[in-house]
């Protein structure tokens, strides 16, 4: 049986999925919580996602770090630091920025805030099923870029217009010239902007990858976080 291997980014309005099936066919759909990515029909056998998965109980992950070295000095900035975990217990932007001074003697930024509530989403998800653990795998957009890129970081930034056509191009050589379009036509662009739809499509190159034998992680050998997930980025 033809695996179902999907790859999804956060969006607006949740999170935007995009599978390829048996016949290399481009699918899409948004989903507005991570139960519903997850147990989507059909359900994916491997789902790439870009979501910190597994956390520190303090300071950097290794995963965030080598991820930043291989992208600097252009595109280092893009990998925003996991939270520790009891930051992301924080009820609030106020709570959050005090415990992690505490623990590791700095703030955080609004920007980073803004996502957690989505990674406690996949944080709980996958701490009560062992199954997910299982095919959920964790990537960032520009090390998945990176590696399609021959192993060299996207140089321009993926807002600009010279870094929205490289991006097109390598989507468009690997999936086909209408994909890209055919995904922006399905959903409005308060649901999904063209930097999701980019993402996605890294993150569904990655889990192709993985389901061929060829992926790989930062770092090499993931260490285990206190709830016993992975902390691995996918490459």
Request: aromatic share 8%; charged share 25%.
């Amino acid at each position: 049986m033809t695996p179902c291997l999907a790859g999804a980014d956060g969006c607006p309005f949740g999170w935007l999925c995009i599978t390829r099936d048996a016949a290399r066919e481009v699918r899409s759909a948004i989903f507005h919580n991570a139960h519903a990515l997850c147990f989507q029909s059909p359900t994916p056998d491997i789902l790439c996602i870009d979501i910190p998965i597994g956390l520190a109980d303090r300071g950097p992950r290794q995963a965030d770090l080598q991820a930043r070295r291989i992208l600097a000095p252009h595109r280092h900035n893009s990998v925003f630091p996991a939270p520790a975990r009891p930051v992301l217990a924080a009820p609030d932007y106020s709570a959050a920025a005090a415990i992690s001074r505490e623990l590791d003697g700095k703030g955080i930024s609004k920007q980073a805030f803004n996502i957690y509530a989505k990674i406690r989403e996949v944080d709980e998800a996958l701490y009560a099923n062992s199954e997910l653990r299982a095919r959920v795998r964790e990537v960032h957009p520009e090390i998945c870029f990176w590696a399609w890129n021959g192993g060299c970081p996207m140089l321009h930034a993926k807002k600009s217009t010279q870094g929205r056509a490289d991006r097109r191009i390598l989507i468009a050589d690997h999936f086909g010239p209408g994909a890209f379009a055919a995904v922006r036509a399905a959903h409005r662009r308060a649901q999904a902007s063209d930097d999701d739809i980019a993402d996605a499509f890294a993150a569904l190159w990655t889990a192709e990858r993985i389901h061929a034998g060829q992926g790989a992680t930062l770092p090499p050998d993931p260490p285990q976080d206190s709830r016993g997930l992975r902390m691995g980025m996918w490459y």
